[in-house]
């Protein structure tokens, strides 16, 4: 069994913790971001970049989402913008937005780290989509840095005003995600202050996250329980609707092609190595053989985190796969 791990603007569908079924859609080359987050699943940045370019063209994609949903075997509830690095980096996102609606008729989320929404390009880009997911990890400068690493250039008060702008225009839903990562940015001073800005920003839920795959940083590691609870009633005490997710999310349902399927979402996020081989055992289809496969690409790996091992797919420095 044979497989080449190609490069796909879809991936998908797969069972979201926040979005219910969302087909993903990979817009811009690997760890491509403004961000390099010490908790990123897909490792290290190899591109720091502010600068935004056509990475996609809005009629192919479209046309691959077509294919996708019509392959799909059960209903998608959004149409995802979740690619391995910062989506709105691709300065064709507002379009392919608008193509997707146009012809598709379908609901579409963008999950954004919101470092680039004071250009206000990039809010009108997102203005079309129906939901938006902002990145909120830190409200003082010395946390964000250490947490999010951002590119030299960012200010976080140019960033936290850039979300400010876009929440006070847009007619869509926003919501919230804050990874809160162990003696980084869970202390309590940084804690009210991300819950006084989310409060600012009336989101229609918060999501207090922490990292449950293998992390850029290995010793990165979430913050514990108390603390997540701590901004969660933050939060809720400010008229948030907050929601814990420290769990990992189900087994994936629903492919036509196994290893399409695994060696196109691998790209963005790893998957659980038990979830892998139960997949192959419903298929029929001998788990080792499908591990085999999957490893004759030399950017994939397996890595234990947390007691619990995943299949990831990191290229190295000068490969992009």
Known sequence: MALSLHS?????PVVSRRLGVSLG?????????????????LGRTLNLTVTRKPYTDPGILVDEV????????????????????????????????????????????????ASLLWMPEVREDLSNSDLVSVKVDAV?????RRVNRPHPSLSLDKVLDGIKKFVRDYTGAVITETMLVEGINDGEDEIKGIADFIGELSPMKA?????????AEPWARGAPRNKLELLRDELRSRGIAAEILDYHEPPPRGYSDLLSFVANTIRVHPLRLDYV??????????????????????????????????IVWRPKPGRSG
């Open 8 to 12: 796909s603007l879809v991936f998908g």
């Open 25 to 41: 859609i990979n817009n811009v080359p690997y760890k491509t971001c403004s961000y390099s987050c010490v908790y990123c699943q």
């Open 66 to 113: 077509a294919r996708a949903l019509e392959g799909a075997d059960r209903k998608v509830d959004f149409v995802t913008f979740v690619p391995d690095g910062e989506p709105t980096l691709d300065s064709n996102i507002g379009s392919s937005i608008r193509l997707l609606k146009l012809e598709l008729w379908v609901d579409v989320a963008v999950l954004t780290n």
């Open 140 to 144: 003082s400068e010395r946390v964000w």
């Open 207 to 215: 999501y207090i996250m922490v990292p449950t795959r293998p992390p």
């Open 277 to 310: 081989e139960r997949m192959a055992r419903e298929a029929n289809v001998e788990p080792a053989t499908v591990i085999e496969a999957l490893k004759q690409d030399p950017s994939v790996e397996i890595v234990e985190y947390m007691g619990y091992k995943f």
